[in-house]
């Protein structure tokens, strides 16, 4: 009976430490597993390698050196321009083109380099100096003045005065303001222009300088010539005969004109006169009162 008994407490002994054994050893086994398997996750391919990065720093001084030796053994001066490597085509979202091309479009930009119109190129053969410009422009003027075809503007006020271009007393006046006695005509009328005695055949001189604008013929006052002083100032000389004057010259004061005509059937009874009409901006006014 004893010795049964104590055969039982072996057994149950035996039991207890190959239990703990295999306990022990499932725990240990539990440990390491769970140990490597947060090895692996915490790795997932982010983890950096600062070692590598360390040994890179401390080779950079020495490969830097050592292309600088390279460099000056070449007798190159200046550092050449690193050279990136170029993406496969797979990982870019558009075609890369060559530096210059027009066709060139950034990702997210749509103005194309070929609409853009280049400015246009400055001539140099052809640029000129405007002050040189000017002295040409002006010395060619004066070289058409010189010649006569070509003069300035003529430009005349009341304080000019106006010569007489015949020596005759005036035989009918300007009169805008009330009528004047007509002769030839028998009536009473306004008169546009001043009629002075003359000589039929008598030098007509210019009363100013100016340019011929007209020269015509008229019914009432025969042939004429319109004269533009300038300033809207115009003259016009009627009842003329042998006009030396012609559209587009220029006559200076006391120019011969022409000559004194014989009368008009206008004028029979009043006899030969010279006709004289100024106007300011086609508006009549009296010569008489200018002439000097």
């Known amino acids: 009976m004893k010795n049964n008994r104590n055969n039982s407490l072996k057994k149950e002994r035996v039991i207890m430490l190959a239990s703990s054994v295999l306990v022990l050893t499932a725990l240990t086994m539990t440990g390491i597993y769970m140990q490597n398997s947060q090895k692996e996750s915490k790795d997932d391919g982010y983890t950096l390698d600062f070692t590598a990065l360390e040994e890179s720093a401390e080779n950079k001084p020495r490969d830097l050196a050592d292309k600088g030796n390279s460099w000056s053994s070449q007798g190159t001066t200046q550092n050449p321009s690193p050279v990136l490597p170029m993406p496969s085509q797979g990982e870019l979202d558009y075609m890369p ?5 027009g066709n060139v479009k950034n ?3 749509t103005k194309v380099q070929s609409d853009i119109k280049p400015l246009p190129e400055k001539n140099t053969e052809t640029a000129t100096d405007p002050e040189q410009e000017t002295d040409s422009e002006m010395q060619q003027e004066n ?15 009341e304080s ?13 006046p300007f009169s805008m303001d009330g009528s004047v006695y007509f002769t030839t005509l028998d009536q009473y009328k306004y008169n546009p222009a001043l009629m002075l005695v003359a000589t039929e055949g008598a030098s007509v001189s210019s009363c100013a300088d100016g340019k011929v604008t007209e020269v015509f013929q008229d019914s009432e006052i025969g042939n004429a010539v319109t004269v533009e002083l300038g300033d809207g ?13 012609s559209v587009g010259s220029y006559v200076d004061e006391g120019t011969e004109i022409g000559t004194v005509a014989a ?8 006899g030969t006169n010279l006709y004289l009409k100024l106007t300011l901006n086609d508006v009549p006014t009296d010569p008489e009162v200018l002439f000097r």
């Open 97 to 101: 083109l060559e530096a210059g091309s």
């Open 107 to 109: 990702p997210g930009i």
């Open 143 to 157: 070289m058409e003045t010189e010649s006569g075809s070509v003069l300035p503007e003529p430009h005349f006020a």
């Open 160 to 172: 000019d005065g106006l010569l007489r271009p015949v020596s005759g007393e005036v035989l009918i």
């Open 233 to 245: 100032y115009k003259l016009t000389y009627g009842q003329l005969a042998a006009i030396k004057v």
């Open 263 to 270: 009368p008009t059937k206008y004028f029979s009874k009043e």
